[in-house]
């Protein structure tokens, strides 16, 4: 009877441990974060508009879901090139991207119009664009082509504008300048159309070509401007604000469905509400970037009215009708930006 009682009480006793250890295990798998990895190309500080946009998502998921979630950043473009991050959202490498709207372009060719000139008015205009319907229009889009998600539309610090070793005021000044642009079709037609010698350089080679006088200026928000240190080859900024270009997050199809049922309410309004913050974050860090480069010695100048509708105009006509022709869906969308304008 011992013997019994004995083998009973070893048998009972290994199944209770083993019981136990898979509760404990299942315990610690219910405590384990997901872990998702996050793509910029920008630095990971309070001078890079998507690190204040990931900072707030983070911060608002960690309140609404504690522990749920482990958002690993990659700044600087450690995972790769934009072009080849855009690729590892879409197939699930990666998980998130936080970028400018721009590359999202190699997959989506719509997202091209919001690269074209004189479009948006400000961030301003961005936002109720966006918000009135047109990101809804284009994240379907996306959707629809890639399975990727759109998180939230965010901002960068300021606009893009003219800066110049010579002072520039009106469009007759800037006729047969040469100007540094980015090396794509809608930068370059913008420039043309305003009188100007659009120069596509490669931004790490734009400080030795204002020295050498391969250029005379470029195109560039006030934040880069700081950042690459450029106001020291040049001395006056023309504020056409040509282009305000949104900040988008997008999470991929495998991203996605990583995150339980349960959970996705509140992650999508972490994202939402970490766009709303951000957007006013960046307005304040546009205004001290200008005045930055104000005490810097950079002379600003304003576009004026009369010269901005003429050549708002004129790119409507000649490039905005093109690019819808060209990708019908736009045509409302740009009908729709046009209503949101102040």
């Known amino acids: 009877m011992q013997n019994i009682s004995r083998r009973r009480f070893l048998g009972s006793s290994s199944a209770a441990t083993l019981a136990l250890a898979a509760a404990g295990t299942r315990a610690v798998h219910a405590q384990t974060p997901l872990s998702f990895r996050v793509s910029s190309g920008m630095a990971a500080d309070q001078n890079a508009a998507h690190y204040?946009?990931?900072?707030?998502?983070?911060?608002?998921?960690?309140?609404a879901?504690?522990?749920k979630f482990k958002l690993d950043y990659f700044p600087d473009n450690q995972l790769g090139k934009e072009a080849d991050v855009v690729q590892g959202v879409k197939v699930g490498s990666i998980d998130m991207m936080i970028t400018g709207s721009s590359i999202w372009a190699t997959v989506a060719p719509e997202f091209g119009m919001l690269d074209l000139?004189?479009?948006?008015?400000?961030?301003?205009?961005?936002g109720r664009a966006?918000?009135?319907?047109?990101?809804?229009?284009?994240?379907?889009?996306?959707?629809?082509?890639?399975?990727?998600?759109?998180?939230?539309?965010?901002?960068?610090?300021?606009?893009?504008?003219?800066?110049?070793?010579?002072?520039?005021?009106n469009l007759a000044e800037i006729k047969n300048v040469k100007l540094r642009v980015l090396p794509t079709p809608a930068f370059i037609e913008t420039f043309k159309i305003m009188g100007a010698i659009p120069t596509p350089i490669p931004i790490n080679e734009l400080y030795t070509a204002l020295q050498t006088g391969v250029v005379e200026g470029f195109e560039h928000d006030a934040g880069s401007v700081l950042t690459y240190k450029l106001n020291e080859v040049v001395k006056y900024s023309w504020l056409t604000e040509h282009l305000f270009s949104?900040?988008?997050?997008?999470?991929?199809?495998?991203?996605?469905?990583?995150?339980?049922?349960?959970?996705?309410?509140?992650?999508?309004?972490?994202?939402?509400?970490?766009?709303?913050?951000?957007?006013?974050?960046?307005?304040?860090?546009?205004?001290?970037?200008?005045?930055?480069?104000?005490?810097?010695?950079?002379?600003?100048?304003p576009m004026a009215r009369s010269e901005r509708e003429s050549v708002r105009a004129e790119m409507q006509s000649k490039l905005w009708s093109s690019f819808?022709?060209?990708?019908?869906?736009?045509?409302?969308?740009?009908?729709?930006?046009?209503?949101?304008?102040a």
């Open 52 to 63: 204040l946009w990931f900072q707030r998502f983070s911060a608002n998921l960690a309140t």
């Open 65 to 67: 879901l504690p522990g």
């Open 117 to 126: 000139g004189y479009v948006f008015d400000s961030y301003a205009h961005v």
């Open 130 to 169: 966006l918000d009135g319907g047109v990101g809804a229009s284009l994240s379907k889009i996306l959707f629809d082509r890639t399975a990727c998600t759109v998180l939230g539309w965010g901002s960068h610090f300021t606009a893009r504008s003219v800066y110049a070793k010579s002072s520039i005021k």
């Open 246 to 301: 949104p900040m988008i997050a997008v999470i991929g199809k495998r991203g996605m469905d990583k995150i339980p049922a349960d959970a996705r309410t509140a992650f999508l309004k972490a994202a939402s509400d970490a766009t709303v913050s951000q957007r006013v974050a960046c307005a304040e860090k546009g205004q001290a970037a200008y005045d930055e480069l104000k005490r810097l010695g950079i002379s600003f100048a």
């Open 324 to 341: 819808a022709k060209e990708y019908p869906p736009t045509k409302p969308l740009f009908d729709a930006i046009n209503a949101a304008r």
